[in-house]
C-alpha cells in the first residue's frame, strides 16, 4: 500500500493507492474516508444512524425548496455511512473574505437556515430517533424549539460557482456539543454560525467587512422565517460558542494567539449589534 500526504481544502490528508478499488483515497480521519464518487463516514452505529436519516431528510428538503444542494445517502449499514461526494466546492471561509458585503451569498444562507428551522420532515426525522435537546444551557425558556443543523458554520457551508449553489453538508450535530443536540432554540444555529465567521476564516477576514455580511445573513434570516430573534439570547449564544471554541482551540503558542484575537474581534461585533 503506498500512501502519501496532500492537502484537501485546508485539511492535510493521507492519499492511498487501494488495490481493492483501483484508485486512490483519501483518509482524513480514521473516521472518513474519501474515494474519486464517495465519502465514507464511520462511527457509532446509532449516531451514523441518526445523521443518515438527518442527511436523506434535509436531501429532500434542498430538493424540494431549490435553495440548496446536500448530499445524497448512497447506503448504510452497521456503523458506515457512504455519501455523494460533491466536487468543484468553494469553502465558504474564502467567500467570507472575498464575496462583496452586498453579495446574495449571505441572503441565500439566511433563507437556507430558516428552511432547515422550518423543515416538517427533519422534525418527523428527529422524533423517530428520540431526539435529544440541547443542554440547559443552550436553552431558552418558554421560546419556541425548532430542528437544527447542530453544526451550521463556515466549515460545513460552500459554494459552487458552476450552478451558483449553496451546498450544507454534515448532519452529524456539533462536535464541539458532544454530538448532544438536535432540537433547541432557532437562535443556536445561527449564533454558531455568526461566531463560527471569526474563527475558521481568521486567516483570511481580517477587515473585509465581515461584520455587514453577518447582519445581512441575520436579516435575511428573520425575513425568511418571519422570527424575530432575541437579540440578548443570540448576542449570549454567540459569545458561548465563541469561548467555547476558545477552550478547544490548538494547544500551539500561535493558535493560542489567533484565536484570541479572533474572540475580541467577535466580542467588539456583539457590542456593535446585529441592526447597526
Known amino acids: 500500500m503506498n500512501v502519501a500526504w496532500c492537502s484537501l481544502g485546508y485539511v492535510r490528508v493521507a492519499a492511498t493507492i487501494e488495490p481493492s478499488l483501483g484508485c486512490v483515497v483519501m483518509v482524513l480521519k480514521d473516521t472518513m474516508t474519501l474515494t474519486p464518487t464517495s465519502v465514507i463516514k464511520r462511527g457509532a452505529p446509532g449516531a451514523m444512524a441518526r445523521e443518515a436519516q438527518r442527511t436523506r431528510a434535509a436531501y429532500e428538503l434542498a430538493a424540494s425548496s431549490g435553495l440548496f444542494r446536500t448530499p445524497q445517502v448512497v447506503r448504510y449499514e452497521a456503523g458506515t455511512l457512504e455519501l455523494e461526494r460533491i466536487d468543484g466546492m468553494t469553502p465558504m471561509q474564502r467567500l467570507l473574505a472575498q464575496a462583496p458585503a452586498s453579495s446574495s451569498v449571505w441572503a441565500r444562507l439566511g433563507a437556507v437556515l430558516a428552511a432547515i428551522h422550518g423543515c416538517s420532515a427533519l422534525a418527523a426525522c428527529d422524533a423517530d430517533q428520540a431526539p435529544e435537546r440541547l443542554p440547559e444551557a443552550w436553552r431558552i425558556a418558554g421560546a419556541p424549539e425548532a430542528p437544527l443543523h447542530g453544526d451550521f458554520d463556515a466549515g460545513n457551508l460552500f459554494y459552487r460557482e458552476d450552478d451558483d449553489v449553496i ?46 455580511k453577518l447582519r445581512r445573513f441575520v436579516a435575511a434570516y428573520e425575513s425568511s422565517s418571519g422570527q424575530t430573534l432575541d437579540r440578548m439570547a443570540l448576542q449570549t449564544f454567540a459569545r458561548r460558542a465563541g469561548s467555547l471554541r476558545v477552550e478547544r482551540q490548538p494547544k500551539s503558542a500561535l493558535h493560542r494567539w489567533s484565536y484570541r484575537r479572533s474572540m475580541i474581534r467577535l466580542e467588539r461585533f456583539l457590542e456593535q449589534g446585529f441592526d447597526k
Do not use: H, K, N, T
Not at 455568526?194 to 476564516?201: C, D, E, Q, R
Open 167 to 212: 451546498v450544507v453538508i454534515d448532519w452529524s450535530v456539533s462536535p464541539m456539543l458532544d454530538g448532544v443536540g438536535v432540537i433547541g432554540p432557532r437562535c443556536f444555529d445561527v449564533a454558531f454560525f455568526v461566531s463560527g465567521a471569526f474563527f475558521l476564516a481568521r486567516r483570511l477576514v481580517r477587515r473585509r467587512g465581515i461584520e455587514e
